[in-house]
């Protein structure tokens, strides 16, 4: 039988990055010459702001974590990852 997650869960989560997407974007648009760097701070401290949510209606909880693994080792003179994401759901 597949997986799925419930709809509140689906909905949290998009409503966090759809929100966390305009952040970004704004600041982007607002300051066209901003490095790229900055843009991945401002989405990391974006996400972190926005702790577990609580319990949903359908008895779920979804945590998501973020870090920033920028200028690290590079393959092929190439960033394999600048943000990594977690998202759980309990």
Do not use: Q
């Not at 401290?45 to 359908?58: K, N, Q």
């Amino acid at each position: 039988m597949p997986f799925s997650l419930p709809v509140d869960v689906i909905e949290y989560v998009r409503d966090i990055f759809r929100e966390c997407n305009h952040h970004v974007s704004s600041a982007l648009s607002d300051t066209p010459t901003t490095h790229e760097p900055t843009l991945d701070h401002l989405l990391i401290d974006y996400l972190r702001a926005h702790p577990a949510s609580g319990l949903l209606g359908s008895n779920w909880v979804v945590r998501i974590d973020a870090t920033y693994m920028g200028g690290g080792h590079h393959y092929y003179r190439w960033e394999v990852a600048d943000i990594g994401l977690l998202v759980f759901f309990k």
